[in-house]
Each structure stands twice: as C-alpha cells, then as structure tokens.
C-alpha cells in the first residue's frame, strides 16, 4: 500500500508555544489529505481535510485559528498547533488517498506525532 | 468473553480460535466501508474493505460482513495469533472520502 509519514513522531513543548506536524506522502502524489486526533483509549477523531492549492475545511467545533493547515505541494501538508496548551495533548494522526490506485477511497494512514504540552 | 472497559471493549480469545469483532455504523447513506488494525502508539493499517453493494468480502485470514439492514460491521479473524492482538476500528464514508471512525475494540489474544 501507499507510505504516508510523519515528523516529528513525538515532541513535547511548553504550554504558549506552537507546534508544527509534517504530514508526507512517500510514494504517490496527494491532492487531499486528513487530520485525526486521538485521546488515550479513545477514537479517532477527524479534525480537517487539506487540500492542495486551497483551504482547508475544518470539522465542527474544531478551530481553524488554533489549528492551522497548509497544504503547499501534492506530497505535503502540516498541522500547526497554535498556542499549544496541555488540553491539546494528543496523538495527530494523518492520512492521504492515493488516487493513482483508481476506484479505491481506501486512506492510508500516517504512523502519527505525540503531542505533549507540559 | 467480551467486557465494556473504561473506554474500549475488550474481546479476549485464546490463540488459534476465530475471533468476531463488531461495530455499528451510524450513517444509512454510508457507502464504503474499512476496518483498520491499529498498535500501541501507532497509526492505523488497513486490513479489509468493503462497499455498500456487497455485503461479504473475504482476505487472508479475514472476513468483513455488512448488514445495511441494521447498519452493522462485523470483522472475523481466523485462527487468531498473538500479532493481532491490537484495537480494531472500522470506519464509514459518506461524506466523499471523509471517513469516521467507530469506537474500537481491543483485542487480545492469549498464547
């Protein structure tokens, strides 16, 4: 299947600072790509869709100021976790399509960033 | 058996047996469908998929079932092994490509 990676894989910073999360597609090109997060024990929970060249749409209640999302080329997007407090804690996760493998919808999915705001 | 924990359900089977896990879907428009295998502080893998118009689809080893009916999901594992031991999520799309995931269940095998 299609590699989709992430950096850092875990980062812990102080609470007011920001962190940012690179989301890459290795071996094929992304025009859309997803953000998760997940709390311990829970779900995972969709937080926006980035697209390439455009904005990203976020899901409700997540806010988009706080979570910033650029998606500049077809094999990258990042997450920007804007004034980071322990609330935001988490495990992100993200997850591409691969278009290339035709009528398949399957998302491959990023082996995630552990987030740890002290 | 299987116990409600804390967050996640746990289904605990002995190696070597089948095992059955389950998961309601919540949308009746959902049209794809995907059961995910995810580690301890991992990202979640792919395992099986299946659409709407089937309602049986077979891999190695695994078997996913849909009843639409009932908006139900059912992942069945053959001849478990340690390895599987994991948290098992399916996921529904209906929302053009968005996919929304179940609440997990855990499984652990015992050797």
């Known amino acids: 299947g299609a590699v989709v990676s992430q950096h850092p894989s875990r980062v812990i910073c102080k609470s007011g600072t920001s962190v940012k999360i690179e989301c890459r597609s290795l071996d094929f090109q992304a025009t859309t790509m997803f953000w998760y997060r997940q709390f311990p024990k829970q779900s995972l929970m969709l937080m926006a869709t980035?697209?390439?060249?455009?904005?990203?749409?976020?899901e409700q209640g997540v806010e988009k100021d706080k979570f910033l999302i650029n998606h500049a080329s077809l094999t990258l997007s990042t997450l920007t976790v804007t004034s980071a407090h322990p609330e935001d804690s988490s495990f992100y996760i993200c997850s591409a399509r691969d278009p290339g493998l035709g009528v398949t919808d399957t998302q491959y999915f990023g082996p995630g960033t552990r987030l740890t705001v002290l | 058996g299987e116990s409600v924990g804390l967050h996640l359900p746990t289904l605990s089977v002995q190696e070597g047996d089948n095992s059955i896990i389950n998961c309601a879907y919540s949308?009746?428009?959902?049209?794809?469908f995907i059961w995910y295998k995810q580690e301890s502080g991992k990202g979640p893998q792919f395992i099986i998929d299946?659409?709407?118009?089937?309602d049986k689809r077979q891999g190695q080893r695994v078997t996913v079932l849909l009843n639409k009916t009932v908006k139900h999901l059912s992942l069945q594992i053959a001849a478990t092994q340690p390895g599987d031991s994991a948290v098992y999520f399916c996921?529904?799309?209906?929302?053009?490509?968005?996919?929304?995931f179940g609440s997990g269940t855990k499984l652990n095998v015992k050797p």
């Open positions: 996921a529904e799309n209906f929302n053009f490509n968005k996919f929304y």
């Open positions: 980035s697209n390439e060249g455009s904005k990203a749409t976020y």
């Open positions: 949308n009746s428009a959902s049209d794809y």
């Open positions: 299946i659409r709407s118009n089937m």
